[in-house]
């Protein structure tokens, strides 16, 4: 059973999570410094969220605004393991190699934005506990 139990709770929990990362004072300005974009297409249940890094600070959308945009990167999971990776849980080149993670567009850039992702994991945690979702650190 996926831990999130429709598409709107998902949105719900990592929405806030996504977004807050454009503005954090120190993430925020190291992925505008990217200078790329990526679109994280989520399945079971189905969600998508994007980050463009090519303005500081990066802009975030979600749902039909995100899937109307167009992203150089593309990542593609199921939402248990995106829940994982953001944990740090699942490590992005496991993950690749074993599929659990699919990359179209430019993976040297996907590979640019990994570095600045490490620091994250603590803030998912955080976020999850802060928002009541303590169940699923």
């Known amino acids: 059973m996926p831990l999130f139990a429709s598409s709107e709770e998902l949105y719900a929990i990592q929405g806030p999570f996504l977004e807050?990362?454009?503005?954090?004072?120190?993430?925020?300005?190291?992925?505008?410094?990217?200078?790329?974009?990526?679109?994280?297409?989520?399945?079971e249940p189905d969600a998508i969220f994007g980050m463009d890094c090519t303005q500081d600070p990066p802009v975030?959308?979600?749902?039909?605004?995100?899937?109307?945009r167009e992203f150089k990167v593309r990542i593609q999971m199921r939402a248990d393991d995106g829940h994982r990776f953001w944990l740090g849980k699942l490590k992005a080149p496991v993950a690749l190699a074993t599929r659990k993670l699919k990359v179209s567009g430019?993976?040297?850039?996907?590979?640019?934005?990994?570095?600045?992702?490490?620091?994250?994991?603590?803030?998912?945690?955080?976020?999850?506990?802060?928002?009541?979702?303590?169940?699923?650190?």
Do not use: C, Q, W
């Not at 934005?113 to 928002?131: A, K, M, T």
């Open 20 to 43: 807050n990362l454009t503005v954090h004072p120190v993430l925020g300005p190291k992925l505008a410094t990217a200078g790329t974009s990526f679109s994280l297409l989520y399945s």
């Open 60 to 68: 975030f959308s979600a749902g039909d605004d995100a899937a109307g």
């Open 106 to 137: 430019a993976m040297t850039e996907l590979m640019g934005l990994l570095p600045i992702l490490g620091p994250v994991y603590g803030n998912y945690r955080e976020h999850l506990i802060g928002s009541g979702h303590e169940s699923l650190v």
